[in-house]
């Protein structure tokens, strides 16, 4: 079993939904969870971090944070093309808090 | 301004070579890592240091070496380079106890 774990892709939504991006981790005692999104040639840049359960919005962005079902997810509301792109989920490890990236899911936004 | 940064931006070498890919970040940033993508690939943790004189090796096994004697530079070294080692190499940093990672924007490295 990987250590984190996303819904395979590719994930297309239509200019103006809402995009649902869904990650679990396996480590019960991590307490860090983040959202990087990646266009294709660039580095990961952070948009999103949780802390505690419940639900963490930013603008268009929100996360969701289940740690007793070891869930995390990160809603996109009102998808734009520019949100095309590559989101990793990434969690810290209790042990030594390396921060560990799950495989990805690539979002295209159809115009 | 504060940044992290990677030298160079491309490589391509030839099998044997000794390299180097250099690191730097002005942030003041206590951890540093070293992260291997492939294309369309996800990100491997390779190398981490918590300070200056710790180093740990990653969960995805590396011929590459690290070194951390200054916080700020953090550069990783491939004694003999192979075609398998042609990847792209994500530097990145982080204050302790919030985990945020800074990417750098990356070494392309290519072994011919």
């Known amino acids: 079993q990987k250590e984190v774990e996303q819904n395979s892709g590719p994930l297309s939504v239509p200019e103006g939904a809402i995009a649902s991006l869904n990650c679990t981790y396996s480590?019960?005692?991590?307490?860090?969870f983040f959202w990087y999104r990646q266009y294709s040639g660039k580095s990961p840049e952070l948009i999103m971090f949780?802390?505690?359960?419940g639900d963490k919005e930013d603008g268009r962005f929100t996360a969701q944070l289940n740690k007793a079902s070891q869930y995390v997810s990160l809603l996109i509301r009102d998808s734009q093309p520019s949100d095309s792109a590559t989101y990793l989920c990434?969690?810290?490890?209790?042990?030594?808090?390396?921060?560990?990236f799950g495989p990805g899911t690539s979002l295209s936004v159809i115009p | 301004e504060a940044d992290i940064y990677q030298t160079p931006r491309y490589l391509v070498i030839g099998t044997g070579k000794k390299i180097t890919l250099e690191c730097s970040q002005t942030?003041?940033?206590?951890?540093m890592y070293w992260y291997q993508q492939d294309p369309g690939m996800e990100l491997h943790l390779i190398h981490y240091?918590?300070?200056?004189?710790?180093?740990e090796k990653g969960d995805l096994s590396s011929e590459s070496t690290v070194s951390r004697i200054r916080t700020e530079h953090f550069p990783l070294t491939l004694e003999s380079a192979r075609p398998s080692h042609t990847s792209q190499y994500l530097c990145?940093?982080?204050?302790?106890?919030?985990?945020?990672?800074?990417f750098g924007s990356g070494t392309q490295l290519s072994v011919l």
């Open positions: 949780i802390y505690s359960n």
């Open positions: 990434a969690v810290t490890q209790t042990s030594y808090d390396k921060v560990i």
């Open positions: 942030m003041g940033h206590d951890k």
């Open positions: 990145a940093s982080s204050e302790t106890g919030y985990e945020k990672l800074f």
């Open positions: 480590d019960r005692g991590s307490q860090s």
């Open positions: 240091s918590y300070g200056v004189n710790s180093t």
